[in-house]
């Protein structure tokens, strides 16, 4: 190519970017209606989507909130529930502790405690103020110590097998099983107590009683809170609907777990309790071990008023000292 006409190129190529630039430059002032008609298109499209967008996000909006006041009724609903069980009445004891007795037995049963205890401790040569107070202790306190004793006894065998129930249900779940019928399975397959409670709900349903109101009646017969949480996720569930099957897997797990942490804490706290009880008997060994060597050593110490009045005092502070480390070493989940 000549320079001739690498000259003509290079002008028609500086003419075509000249002519780019004038038209960049004054479109606008020719073409600004059509510009100002297209942006506010634009801008009114975006408005239109936007309020469309809302329009359909109300409903997915709407249900969460109804979903989320339906959670917290609920949760309010059982709270309620849960302050008016803390009266709990003498039948309701004795249904907990799992104990076939009727309420006029038990009394009876207490009175005769009550008069066997009075009557032996006033045999035993003390002052006749001292054996109504022991007759009363009887009468009172001891059968209500062995109810709760049982009650106590009761939840944690109860505990013990409750995960295991749990993961019972979920495989009948996945296996296509409704709820009731899994419950079924676990009335018979599992041992007291958890076997007879869930048979309750069975049964229950068979008269027109609910899973969840089942579910609560359980829980004012065992008040654990890991019933509570049962009762808890199966009346959300039946609310607001959701995958049944993963919420009870997780309940199970968790259930686990703070039954792992219980384990935990009593191992940790069970030195402490060691020390406690070695503490707590050093006195009466140490009493017990100078009577038998040197029998006539502590008499002034239970004949003499100053005596009677140490003795009365060094035991009124040890039984502040024991309740203090009881209170230390006692944890609750």
């Known amino acids: 190519m000549n320079s001739g006409a690498m000259q003509i190129v290079f002008i028609l190529l500086v003419a075509v970017a000249a002519g780019g630039l004038i038209f960049a430059v004054l479109a606008p002032f020719f073409a600004g209606d059509n510009v100002d008609v297209r942006v506010r298109a634009i801008s009114e499209g975006g408005k239109a989507g936007l309020q469309q967008r809302r329009v359909f996000s109300r409903p997915v909006e709407s249900a969460k909130d109804n979903r989320r006041k339906q959670v917290q009724e609920t949760l309010k609903q059982i709270e309620d529930r ?14 907990q502790s799992g104990l076939d007795l ?20 006033l045999s035993s040569g003390v002052p006749w103020f001292l054996a109504l107070l022991s007759g009363f202790v009887g009468f009172l306190g001891l059968p209500r110590w062995f109810l709760g004793y049982m ?31 899994a419950m079924k399975v676990i009335a018979s397959e599992s041992g007291p107590p958890v076997g007879p409670e869930f048979q ?8 027109g009683i609910t899973v969840d109101q089942g579910l609560e009646r359980m829980f004012e017969r065992m008040p654990v809170q890991e019933v509570n949480f049962l009762a808890i996720v199966m009346s959300i569930q039946s609310k607001t609907g959701g995958n049944l099957t993963e919420t009870l ?29 070695i503490i707590g008997s050093l006195p009466f060994a140490i009493i017990g071990i100078m ?14 008023p100053l005596g009677k009045t140490l003795l009365v005092g060094s035991g009124i502070w040890m039984l502040m000292g024991i309740l203090v480390m009881r209170k230390m070493i006692n944890f609750k989940l």
């Not at 009445?89 to 249904?95: E, F, H, K, N």
């Not at 009761?154 to 009948?172: C, K, P, T, W």
């Not at 309750?200 to 008269?207: F, H, S």
């Open 151 to 181: 009650r106590k006894r009761r939840q944690e065998a109860f505990l013990s097998d409750f995960a295991d129930a749990i993961d019972v249900m979920v495989r009948g779940l996945k296996a296509g099983l409704p709820v009731s019928d």
């Open 82 to 95: 849960e302050k008016q069980r803390k009266r709990m009445s003498l039948r309701m004891l004795i249904a």
């Open 102 to 121: 009727s309420i006029p037995k038990f009394w009876a049963i207490s009175g005769a405690a009550g008069v066997l205890l009075a009557l032996g401790t």
């Open 200 to 207: 309750e709900v069975v049964e229950g349903q068979r008269i």
């Open 249 to 277: 897997s997780n309940l199970s797990k968790v259930l686990r777990e703070r039954r792992k942490m219980k384990n935990k804490v009593q191992a940790v706290s069970q030195e402490a309790k060691s020390s406690a009880a």
């Open 291 to 304: 009577t038998l060597t040197n029998p006539g050593y502590l008499d002034p110490m239970f004949v003499t």
